[in-house]
């Protein structure tokens, strides 16, 4: 196994996928048939609206462009709603037709056929459990997170509320901090059963009193590994301790099996690798690299 550490700094502007196709909508159905493959490149970019959570006014929308190097890009009067959340995590197929997205405190997961380049609806929602499935009966939680591994596969995971057990209501005993991850076959929507994995009992560093973890997230495979960044925090017997003096962690697990958890750490960074709403590992070149 390699593990290299990247202290560069950068600035991403996040694409919802690529592809190279073009499609366009049937007169005599009423209902977008894609178009045969041309050469023609997309890119699927995502907006999210507004700044309230579920059931506000806030939503997730989407739309494909063939061009993004002139004019502007304009999404949130033209594009397609994905749903009504504006932390949707959205990814492509390699070659662009598919689009999936994860309603975040829902969990749900809805799955598209790009159907047109000129006018909305430009995606159209598959039917029956093929087009939406929700975790939230499998994970247990709404604030799910995921990544797509490859076109087949996407990995969906939350860490269950930390239990900061009292003896006698009043002195502190444990902590506990248990990763809930399944398996999801993207040409199905079908889930796995759930791996449960109990973390604090795998931690071997002592930077922080009772340091557990609380999210993990950017999950890449290489070799029959996993890498999953994490974030962590400790705990003072009252209350939480944020702080980034902890060693920066990899949780690593067998793939596809879900089995051997363990920590690996690095002795050049400190603080938290899960990557929040980014992608922070990727291989490249037959090593993990984490930025």
């Known amino acids: 196994m390699k593990n290299r550490i990247l202290t560069s700094k950068m600035v991403v502007l996040t ?164 990763l809930h991850i399944t398996a999801i076959d993207l040409n199905t929507l079908n889930i796995s059963p759930k791996k449960s994995i109990e973390l604090v009992a795998l931690e071997t560093d002592t930077s922080l009193n009772n340091l557990h973890t609380w999210r993990v997230d950017s999950p890449v495979v290489l070799d029959g590994k996993v890498y999953i960044g994490v974030a962590k925090r400790g705990y003072d017997g009252a209350k939480n301790i944020s702080s980034q003096k902890y060693k920066t962690s990899t949780l690593v697990l067998d793939y596809p099996s879900l089995d051997n958890p363990k920590f690996i750490y690095s002795e050049k960074s400190k603080g938290e690798a899960y990557g929040y709403r980014t992608a922070p590992y990727f291989t490249y070149n037959g090593s993990v690299y984490h930025n």
């Open 15 to 178: 694409l919802v996928g690529t592809g190279l196709f073009a499609t366009s909508c049937s007169k005599d159905s009423g209902e977008p048939t894609p178009l045969p493959e041309t050469t023609e490149e997309v890119f699927h970019v995502a907006y999210g609206v507004g700044t309230e959570g579920i059931g506000s006014t806030s939503s997730c929308v989407m739309k494909p462009f063939s061009d993004l190097t002139t004019g502007a890009i304009d999404i949130g009067a033209s594009g397609f709603k994905v749903s009504e959340s504006r932390t949707d995590r959205v990814y492509t197929s390699a070659d662009g037709k598919l689009v999936y997205s994860l309603q975040y405190q829902a969990g749900t997961i809805k799955k598209f056929e790009t159907v047109s380049l000129t006018s909305d609806p430009f995606y159209q929602q598959l039917s029956g459990e093929a087009g939406e499935r929700n975790l939230v009966g499998i994970l247990g939680s709404t604030s799910i997170r995921w990544k797509k591994i490859d076109d087949n596969t996407a990995l969906a995971y939350d860490v269950e509320i930390k239990h900061h057990t009292k003896t006698d209501g009043s002195t502190y005993s444990n902590t506990t901090a248990t």
